[in-house]
């Protein structure tokens, strides 16, 4: 079984938070709310992304690198991290 499989309800759980804050974002540019809070909203947002995204990063290393059933099972699973993290530091 995956580790989002297993995780998946503590994973959603964090989806719908991220969810809830982009929520609030849209309430506070509807009523217009001043740029510097809106700035925070958006920094919260990104700090909850980048932990969810952490999170899921650290299992598919456990899982699929250092327990790797073999080493080309670990070589793909380190190459669809790499393409990954090519794009998330762009």
Known sequence: MSHTVREKTKLLARVRRLKGQL???????????PCGDILQLLSSIRGAL???????????L???????ESDAER???VDELSAVLRTYVR
């Open 50 to 60: 980048n932990g969810l995204t952490g999170e899921v990063m650290e299992d598919h």
């Open 62 to 68: 456990r899982e699929h690198v250092l327990l790797a």
């Open 75 to 77: 070589l793909r699973a």
């Open 23 to 33: 929520e609030a974002v849209e309430r506070a540019l509807d009523v217009e709310t």
